[in-house]
């Protein structure tokens, strides 16, 4: 096999034979021409070299491979890579216990009626903070200890929990899941973390002052409509401040949540170090949990696909670092994700590996002919080299 660096290649380029990233997952089919998102993406995703058995057999000035070793060990990236997180929680093997994914589930659900509770409240202007204080306080805290205690199984609600029902606290309390996971990936910084959380649960918060034919509102929005939709974060920073009483950093994180790292956000069009962190991670994982769950005027993506999308931003949108973080965090089959084997078996990804993403630990789920995998066995895609991703498969219209 040929090393190919990366950064050598151009788009345009056409190989005789298929391209690998990895030990098996292809990066780019036999006489397929490359694109620059295919290489940028290779680029983004830390794969710094790609491996064929074939030659460039067109493309602008064609550059022959550089090396010619054979590839060997860090194929599949470095054993053991599980993450500090999985190694918590999934422990030798990384089983899931079906008992702890449905008691994480139970109380995700648990503190999303509990938010939705304090929404009402505040919506009909009841909130009263001297006697209700103290359950945000307990939300959370309860949210924080889940998040600690099996942050693959909160990943994997965010993915395929089905609750129905709460659309505001449900992605507040999803967007706060995968931004806290983001930003322990960047800081250790406890005192924030909460900040960051309490933000995280009220970013939307706003959106219960807006009349509801625009919060609601599931077409095209007019100019005058998303001049009033835009007002949320404004409202929101309000009412964490003055309602909630949460400090100016907690109100800072509602009030630019919408700003953009290229500063064509709202409302104050601040860009890069200017936006508050917070509000940066705020902005990624709420653009994520959009995607991954169904709004009624679209379906949902795949996690894969909803990772992909977020990459293709190009540094306009959100703030690299916190971007690298996210994929880190998620990888590039994120935990709770459907795959499709090439054997023609369904899989699930229980463990993401940051070393080696595209050889996720899976369970077996439905057999080749379709019917439910008896036990769901753990297969570690990173020992068995013949065995590997065909595909992301899309979440199933309940
Ligand atoms: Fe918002």
Do not use: C
């Not at 067109?58 to 070793?69: L, T, V």
């Not at 895609?381 to 199933?396: G, V």
């Amino acid at each position: 096999m040929k090393k190919i660096v990366v950064e050598s290649l151009e788009a345009g380029y056409v190989f005789s034979v298929p391209v690998y990233m990895d030990a098996d997952s292809l990066f780019i089919a036999a006489n397929v021409p490359l694109e620059q998102k295919d290489i940028d993406r290779a680029i983004r995703w830390n794969v710094s070299e790609v491996f064929t058995e074939g030659e460039i057999i067109d493309g602008p000035g064609i550059k022959r491979a550089k090396g010619n070793e054979e590839h060997g060990q860090n194929m599949s990236g470095p054993r053991g890579g599980l993450s500090e997180r999985g190694e918590r929680n999934g422990g030798e093997g990384g089983t899931l216990p079906p008992e702890q994914e449905a008691a994480t589930y139970a109380a995700i659900t648990n503190i999303i009626q509990q938010l939705n509770a304090i929404f009402v409240l505040i919506e009909r202007r009841q909130f009263n903070v001297n006697r209700r204080g103290r359950q945000i306080n307990a939300i959370s805290e309860g949210l924080s200890g889940i998040i600690q205690n099996g942050s693959m199984f909160a990943v994997s609600f965010v993915l395929n929990g089905n609750l129905a029902g709460y659309p505001l606290a449900k992605n507040a309390v999803q967007t706060a899941i995968l931004s806290t996971l983001v930003f322990q990936e960047l800081s250790s910084n406890k005192a924030y973390n909460q900040e960051l959380l309490l933000g995280a649960l009220f970013h939307d918060i706003g959106m219960l002052r807006l009349p509801k034919a625009v919060a609601e509102k599931k077409g095209q929005l007019s100019d005058l409509e998303r001049e009033l939709m835009q007002t949320h974060v404004v409202y929101g920073y309000q009412i964490a401040r003055q309602e909630l009483r949460f400090n100016e950093v907690s109100g800072n994180i509602v009030l630019q949540h919408h700003e953009r790292w290229d500063g064509t956000g709202y409302t104050q069009q601040i860009d890069g170090a200017q936006i508050n962190i917070g509000a940066k991670i705020i902005s990624v994982a709420d653009a994520f949990e959009a995607m991954v769950n169904e709004k009624p005027y679209r379906n949902s993506m795949t996690g894969y696909e909803a990772v992909k999308n977020l990459l293709s931003d190009n540094s306009r949108r959100f703030d690299p670092a916190v971007l690298s973080a996210f994929v880190k965090i998620m990888g590039i089959y994120p935990v709770g994700q459907e795959v499709l084997l090439n054997n023609g078996t369904m899989a699930r990804v229980i463990e993401s590996r940051q070393q080696a993403p595209f050889r996720p630990l899976v369970v077996i789920t439905k057999e080749k002919d379709g019917t439910p995998a008896n036990n769901e066995k753990p297969v570690d895609l990173l020992n068995q080299p013949s065995l590997y991703i065909i595909r992301a498969i899309r979440k199933q219209k309940e």
